[in-house]
């Protein structure tokens, strides 16, 4: 189920025809403006007020307002509104992010980190996914076609109906603000849980950004003071070592005297450090309350049933990605969708077998690929980097080469530069990682996908699109030489003497062999003979210390019939450089002689 196209409304007064008069686009700006705010104020809307009182209470001095394509047209009204309410001995400076790095859903902290900025505002809808540096508000925004006691009628049917039963009711962001009145109806009934949805993140949340800088201090204070043993100062983030040097505070204990007579300062600095660190583990997307459970950013606080698998799940809101990933994720489960407009609430019918099978297919076409290419589609989720790192370990274990790709925001051109890569592998927040890939001249799985299939798991139906909850099976063991760790091969799959791994392509129906273990000593001088043979004949040949394999890429390579451009290094005659055009495109002034 894809998501619905946002009205055309959204991008009427950002067209780039040159036709269009100032009246015009003054018309679109308001028919745009009228339909978002849907009778709520501006200030109500975008919540300026407590976005203000934020700023001024953790005196914040460069903020980054982030908004979609759909709501720049307040951008300077919002901008103009923060900079001129907040105090001027404050000196904040507001930055406006009109065009993102990725979606628009996830918090760009790149962009936000080249401008310094020390927190974000991130207006309209979010995928919620934790970040890892700037602390950030979310603004929503609001609707008023819900309404509260014509959905518990609906829904109360249901109830009466499925009485044994468990529910969880999810809704869509623009709804957050009706949260705590539909809580208060079901808030006795221990059967029903409404999800809550926290308008920052966990940076702010955990208040650890207010420890960063008192952090570096420390650590600079401590590089000053101990040049002599920073390899035993810096061994976690507390810094004890295993020599029990504890200079976190105020420098090495050796200078007991010293230390003495900064005890005060040492003794208040080191809490707040501690307190630091045991914020930092706080922010592990991980959660061990055994009582609460995050799901697409959604925090469940279960009552009696802690077993998600025995819930029912009711959404409030139009179709869109956070559907989508819901009834993907929790494919065995009964979700039912309240339609506001028509006030029905009706199972919700996706055809989740036909888009399970065909994501599997992607995964069988993971076991056939010999070069994968990892895509970065984000640089700011928690733990995007080690899942990079596991996903790598995990092609190299599995005899395959990996590459990695930071392309910005994902489209067919990008891609198709690359034609060696056999498959693509997405890292991404879990609303984009499930990219259609029909548009595409390869195929884009996903971590899960990647992780099922090199590890030859069997496939239960199971799926999971954020990579947070994959990476722990991606760092499992990966050594295919201990026996206890070693995957069973399956029936599709047949290992010869050598261990090499035949393998039965249930997607091209040809045989497809994999070598994994190291060459052997003779193996390899028997390489590099072959290699030293066809190097003479002129042939693109390389043989990998690691693998028993010859390079993929230079196969590729001498395989096209353009190989790029023929440097001829040594045959072109040198010439003396003159200088060229200068000037703007559409007037050189080399254009001026020829007039």
């Not at 760092?475 to 039965?504: A, R, T, Y």
């Amino acid at each position: 189920m894809s998501a619905a196209p946002p009205p055309s409304i959204y991008t009427e007064s950002f067209s780039t025809s040159s036709n269009n008069t100032t009246e015009s686009e003054s018309i679109n700006v308001k028919e745009t403006r009228e339909n978002i705010l849907s009778g709520f104020s501006f200030e109500d809307y975008f919540q300026v007020s407590e976005s203000i009182s934020v700023i001024i209470k953790n005196n914040f001095k460069k903020i980054a307002l982030q908004l979609p394509d759909y709501l720049l047209w307040a951008s300077s009204e919002l901008s103009n509104k923060i900079q001129n309410s907040v105090p001027l001995e404050y000196g904040i400076k507001v930055f406006i992010l009109g065009d993102t790095s990725y979606g628009s859903c996830c918090v760009d902290e790149v962009t936000s980190s080249h401008l310094k900025s020390d927190f974000i505002i991130h207006y309209g809808h979010s995928c919620l996914s934790p970040s890892s540096k700037i602390p950030v508000q979310y603004v929503f925004g609001k609707k008023k076609n819900f309404n509260v006691d014509k959905f518990s009628i609906e829904f109360n049917k249901l109830v009466e109906s499925k009485k044994e039963e468990n529910f969880i009711i999810f809704y869509d962001l623009l709804y957050h603000h009706n949260r705590e009145s539909i809580e208060n109806l079901y808030k006795n009934n221990d059967n029903i849980i409404v999800t809550n949805i926290n308008n920052f993140n966990n940076i702010y949340l955990n208040n650890s950004f207010k420890n960063n800088k008192l952090n570096e201090t420390i650590n600079c204070n401590n590089n000053n003071n101990n040049n002599n043993n920073n390899n035993n100062n810096n061994s976690d983030c507390c810094g004890s070592s295993d020599n029990n040097n504890n200079s976190g505070c105020c420098g090495s204990n050796n200078n007991n005297n010293n230390n003495n007579n900064n005890s005060g300062c040492c003794q208040s600095q080191q809490k707040q450090q501690n307190d630091y660190c045991q914020q930092k583990s706080n922010n592990e997307i991980n959660n061990e309350n055994n009582n609460e459970e995050l799901i697409s950013g959604r925090k469940i606080e279960f009552k009696n049933e802690k077993d998600i698998k025995k819930f029912n799940f009711i959404w409030i809101g139009e179709e869109s990605l956070t559907l989508t990933n819901l009834l993907m994720n929790f494919n065995q489960q009964m979700v039912y969708r309240y339609y506001i407009d028509d006030n029905k609430l009706l199972q919700e019918t996706l055809p989740r077998n036909k888009s399970l099978m065909r994501r599997y297919h992607i995964s069988e076409k993971c076991k056939d690929a010999s070069i994968i290419g990892i895509v970065v589609s984000t640089l700011s989720v928690q733990k995007y980097s080690e899942t990079i790192d596991g996903l790598k370990k995990l092609i190299i274990a599995s005899g395959k080469k990996p590459y990695v790709f930071v392309v910005g925001r994902l489209n067919v051109p990008k891609l198709a530069n690359f034609s060696e890569i056999d498959i693509y592998v997405i890292v991404a927040c879990h609303e984009n990682t499930m990219v259609d890939s029909k548009d595409f001249y390869k195929p884009i799985a996903t971590p899960f996908e990647l992780n099922l299939s090199l590890r030859n798991e069997k496939w239960t139906g199971e799926y999971i699109t954020d990579f947070g909850r994959v990476f722990p099976k991606l760092i499992k063991d990966l050594s295919f030489d201990d026996d206890e760790n070693k995957c069973e091969i399956p029936e599709d799959q047949v290992e010869d003497d050598q261990g090499n791994i035949h393998h039965f392509s249930l997607v091209t129906g040809r045989i497809v062999i994999q070598n994994k273990n190291q060459s052997t000593l003779q193996q390899q001088q028997q390489q590099q003979q072959q290699q030293q043979q066809t190097q003479q004949s002129g042939d693109l040949i390389s043989v990998n210390n690691q693998f028993k394999q010859v390079s993929l890429v230079g196969e590729h390579l001498s395989n096209k019939t353009y190989k790029g451009l023929d440097m001829r290094i040594g045959e072109t005659p040198v010439t003396t450089a003159i200088e060229g055009m200068s000037g703007i495109p559409k007037n050189y002034n080399t254009d001026k002689n020829n007039l």
